[in-house]
């Protein structure tokens, strides 16, 4: 921090408190930051994506009217059949949704299930049933204390009497089991099949001949009888009782199904009755998945013509790849009931009800939700978003624009010179800005990204698996593998994380299990270290280098160890272990850039110390969590130009921040979804935080140095008298001062407002105390 010599320190300190008594009745400058939505929405590519759609429901009545559910992004509806959408729910206790229904007699009234039903590792629980009585404009939430830390899979409303609902309910997803659910405390509650008869306000768990601790991952009704219901019972890792129940009284009582069915080895079901043929039924059962979350291929798809009783094996093949407990789904033509579509990785259609299938695969793979609007056109909900057609697949149309739900995975950069980001999207591979669009770069599943700040025309990405690392030299194009001497076999936490050195360009590291080393600029790499872990399944999920002293080194693995490297990556010590937290590629650790020694660590569990830093490479810890929630924290970022570091924390619904070393935090700024934040860097070329999350794209905030109440970048005397001017004329402190956010620089209480309290902080941040 830059001293000023106006009047001495000690005298502006004198000069600023005296002003106490004569401003606590002034009027505060109160206003909230806003964040700027960045996108994508869409992303462009070989066609216009977003991110994963897990349910989407039709208006009967009017062929323009859609809503979807983003797995991570909330509830949207278009009215102009998916030319625009509108983000619903962005205000509600979670983003994370599983299913969506209409009341077939008002429907004015939307329920939305929260808690995405797909059981990935970001497949988050909810918190309850959202429900609408006017299209969407507004919602309550309902049932939270029955349903809140598990999912939603299937909501059924009761066509002869609305106000009785069925619900499919189920856990969080992961591997291992739960992961996604990040240690929620009802994580663990009832699942199963759930009835309610007054609207969702209240529910009553369905047991009565079914198993009563078994996921529902679909249920379905006969079209002419609302007291017939067929559920598909199916713990992904299988389960003696998992199968499919019939109940013929309203879910009374339920007995399980055979007659030609699988009885061994199954793991998630999908079941649908033909809309105009109440007897025909189809199935597509999937093998249990092993504890890695592989072997999950599907095991076969079913037919029945007596409502169940018997079972024909179709001759669709395959079509769920390893990982059907991800992907499952089956829509049957309302008007025929021998067309039929059943989605995994890919969607096939019969048109002779399963003898023969045909692949009729929208623009983007991996199917969730299917339903028919009131134009008769279908509609699909997948891992790019939303798409239609009006020929039953034989020819496509993206719906996607403005719909803001991708799904970011941790390790953003930013261009030096252009300010554009770059990210890895969830199954929407790499993308980059660009002045108008967001353009795909690389395939897959896109992960860390790093940008050379020195020749920002070198850029990183990745996509799943070990050694899958590319490198460009014209910004996104010509994209080459960069990755030999990385075993492929190594052990990885799904995205490898990797660095460039900050202090020197051409020198790389990597992650497995063990840690690789290029001095080349990533053209060939050699193992650097042991393994990290403690064996079995794990790797590293998180890196960190310290930008004062390369050869300090911090790695985060995924079964919970901390460890640090004085020699460049050589030879580690475990400074922390048993770290709960998220399996995949994080941005846990942060190094302060002035000191090697300082390193902030976020929690990403329920139930733990959120943010912990050490200012000894680990020897002792402090917990700075104060009154933070008792919410995940995924990153963390630090601003250290000031007296005091300011700490910004990414949590699961949001951004916080703290001025004061975790004695008091605060959400910060206003706008933001209540969605995961995966991963946050400061920009401060563009005095800007840029924050990306799980479900709803990328975000940026105005951020300046507290205290520069002037905007010159220093803290110093000269800033006494616009702080001043701040606190008693906002509107005059806006005149002289326009290019100056007076709450980001001013609010030093974190309370929201510039006020008399901000006095004391100030004058500690003038006097480096």
């Known amino acids: 921090m830059k001293r000023g010599s106006r009047n001495g320190m000690g005298g502006s300190a004198r000069y600023c408190g005296a002003l106490v008594a004569m401003l606590v009745g002034a009027g505060a400058l109160a206003a909230v930051p806003e964040w700027t939505e960045l996108g994508p929405a869409p992303l462009w590519g070989s066609a216009w994506y977003a991110g994963r759609v897990s349910a989407v429901v039709c208006s009967p009545t009017d062929s323009e009217l859609y809503y979807a559910a983003g797995a991570d992004g909330g509830v949207w509806r278009t009215t102009d059949g998916g030319a625009s959408w509108t983000a619903l729910t962005d205000h509600l206790p979670t983003t994370a949704m599983g299913a969506l229904a209409l009341d077939p007699t008002d429907e004015s009234i939307v329920y939305a299930g929260s808690g995405e039903a797909n059981y990935a590792n970001h497949s988050r629980p909810g918190m309850g049933l959202y429900k609408s009585t006017d299209g969407g404009d507004t919602w309550e939430v309902l049932a939270a204390e029955v349903f809140r830390g598990r999912c939603f899979s299937r909501i059924l409303v009761d066509p002869t009497d609305p106000q009785r609902l069925f619900a499919a309910i189920t856990r969080a997803g992961g591997f291992p089991e739960l992961a996604a659910a990040k240690g929620y405390p009802d994580a663990t ?46 713990r992904i890792f299988g389960d003696p009782a998992n199968g499919i129940y019939k109940s013929t009284d309203g879910g009374e009582s339920w007995s399980k199904l055979a007659g030609g069915l699988p009885d061994e080895n199954i793991g998630r079901i999908s079941v649908a009755v033909a809309p105009s043929l109440a007897t025909r039924l189809y199935a597509m059962i ?27 094996r179709t001759a669709l093949v ?80 993206s719906c996607n624009e403005g719909l803001g739900t991708a799904q970011c995975y941790a390790g953003i950069s930013i261009n030096p010179t252009q300010g554009y980001i770059y990210s890895g999207l969830q199954d929407n591979g790499t993308v980059g800005q660009t002045p108008t669009l967001w353009r795909h770069w690389l395939g897959g599943d896109g992960g860390w990204t790093q940008v050379d700040q020195e020749r920002p025309r070198f850029v990183f990405a990745e996509l799943q698996g070990t050694g899958n690392l590319y490198k460009s030299s014209s910004l996104g194009s010509g994209m080459v593998l960069s990755s030999t001497g990385i075993n492929p076999a190594d052990r990885n936490c799904f995205l490898p ?56 080194i911090y790695a985060a693995t995924n079964d919970g160890r901390i460890l640090v490297s004085s020699d460049g990556g050589e030879n ?14 994080t941005r846990e650790l942060f190094v302060d850039p002035s000191d090697a020694n300082i390193l902030y660590v976020a929690v990403a569990h329920y139930g733990e110390p959120k943010i912990r830093r050490t200012k000894d490479r680990g020897q002792t810890w402090e917990i700075l969590d104060g009154p933070f929630p008792d919410i995940p924290v995924n990153v963390v970022a630090v601003d250290v130009r000031g007296a005091r570091p300011i700490i910004y924390a990414g949590a699961e619904n949001g951004v916080y921040r703290t001025v004061n070393e975790g004695t008091a935090w605060h959400r910060l700024g206003q706008g933001m979804p209540n969605t995961a934040v995966i991963d946050l860097v400061l920009d401060f070329p563009r005095a800007r935080l840029v924050a990306a999350t799980q479900g709803r794209g990328i975000w940026s905030l105005p951020v300046a140095l507290p205290g520069d109440m002037n905007g010159d970048g220093a803290v110093n005397v000269f800033d006494i008298d616009p702080f001043v001017l701040a606190l008693v004329d906002p509107a005059a402190y806006a005149a002289q001062y326009p290019g100056v956010d007076p709450l980001l620089a001013g609010d030093l209480d974190g309370d929201g407002a510039i006020t008399s309290f901000d006095i004391d902080p100030f004058v500690q941040v003038l006097t480096g105390n």
């Open 189 to 234: 509650g009832p699942i199963g099949v759930f009835r309610s008869a007054d609207g969702g306000v209240t529910w009553t768990h369905l047991t009565n001949g079914l198993p009563a601790a078994l996921c529902a991952t679909d249920l379905t009704m006969d079209p002419t009888n609302p007291n017939v219901l067929y559920a598909g019972i199916g």
């Open 286 to 312: 999937t093998r249990a998945a092993d504890e890695a979350g592989g072997g999950a291929e599907m095991e076969g798809a079913y037919r029945s013509d007596d409502g169940g009783v018997t079972w024909t």
């Open 318 to 397: 395959n079509i769920q790849a390893t990982y059907g407990w991800f992907l499952s789904v089956i829509s049957i033509d309302p008007q025929d009931p021998q067309r039929v579509f059943m989605g995994g990785v890919y969607l096939y259609r019969s048109d002779n009800g399963g003898d023969n299938w045909n692949a009729v695969t929208p623009p983007h793979v991996d199917m969730h939700g299917i339903d028919w609007d009131a134009a008769g056109r279908m509609i699909v909900g997948n891992d790019g978003g939303v798409h239609r057609t009006n020929s039953f697949g034989d020819d496509w149309e």
């Open 497 to 552: 994380p990797y660095l460039i050195d900050p202090n020197d360009s051409a020198r790389m590291i990597y992650g497995t299990h063990r840690m690789y080393l290029s001095t080349n600029h990533g053209e060939s790499w050699s193992v650097l270290s042991g393994d990290l872990t403690g064996g079995g399944s794990a790797a590293i999920q998180a890196l960190a280098i310290a930008p004062t002293d390369s050869l300090t």
């Open 572 to 585: 580690w010590s475990i400074i922390l272990a048993n770290v709960p937290g998220w399996p995949r590629i």
